[in-house]
Structure formats: C-alpha cells, structure tokens
C-alpha cells in the first residue's frame, strides 16, 4: 500500500525557515514524480514544487511565488522527500501536501503535472505550516 507521511511542519516568524519531509512507504519514490502542495481554505489548490523521478532526470518546478526560497530535493536512501523553506512570508501559510504520481514526462511537462496536481494519485494527511509573528 502506497503510503506518504508529512513531517516538519509549524509555526515560524516571518523570514523564518522549515524544512518539510515526506517519508514514503510502499512504494520506492525515485521512481515516481513527487509534487508538494498547499491549500488555505477557500482558495484553490496550488502546486508549490515537483521533481520528477531520478529516470527521467529528476527535473524540478517551482511556483513563481517560491521561487529562490524553496528547494526540493528527495533522498533515495531514505525513500524521503524534502521541501526547503526559507524567507517564509505569512503568505506561506498554508496546509502542504506531498504527493507522488506514475505519471511519465514523456506524454506531458513537470509545470503541467505541478500546475494541476489532478495526476497525483498518492497524497499525503497534509502538514500545517503557520508563518506568523
């Protein structure tokens, strides 16, 4: 049974930093896309960042508002993924998914599975990250 987990998450000042993981059971996660995502009620879903599995060269997606602040990364030994947080604005605050999905590159874009996140299958409980002073 595929299973994700969340971890990481918190309260942290405004300029602050969070490192979230996502630890995978079930399943070895270099083969799979991974996505995190975040949701506040009442606003849609929005893909944060992906990065595809290592076969098909572990290429990266960031949203525009993350870009330079957040860094994701996955370490195969741990079948564990990270997202690196820094410069956190309350704006972050939010709840964070991860997710993993079978999906190829070949028949679309890592932007066109992080924008949409409808191809990830597997999704985590989700992880509150509360940026506040």
């Known amino acids: 049974q595929l299973q994700l987990v969340e971890s990481g998450g918190g309260l942290v000042q405004p300029g602050g930093s969070l490192r979230l993981s996502c630890a995978a059971s079930g399943f070895t996660l270099d083969s799979y896309t991974l996505g995190w995502f975040r949701q506040v009620p009442g606003k849609e879903r929005e893909g944060v960042s992906c990065?595809?599995?290592?076969?098909?060269?572990?290429?990266?997606n960031y949203a525009d508002s993350v870009k330079g602040r957040f860094t994701i990364s996955r370490v195969n030994a741990k079948n564990t993924a990270y997202l690196e947080m820094i410069s956190l604005k309350p704006e972050d605050t939010a709840v964070y998914y991860c997710?993993?999905?079978?999906?190829?590159?070949?028949?679309?874009?890592?932007?066109?599975?992080?924008?949409?996140?409808?191809?990830?299958?597997?999704w985590g409980q989700g992880i509150q990250v509360t940026v506040s002073s």
């Open positions: 997710a993993a999905t079978k999906r190829p590159l070949r028949t679309t874009t890592i932007q066109a599975l992080c924008d949409s996140g409808d191809d990830f299958g597997s």
């Open positions: 990065i595809s599995s290592s076969g098909s060269g572990s290429v990266t």
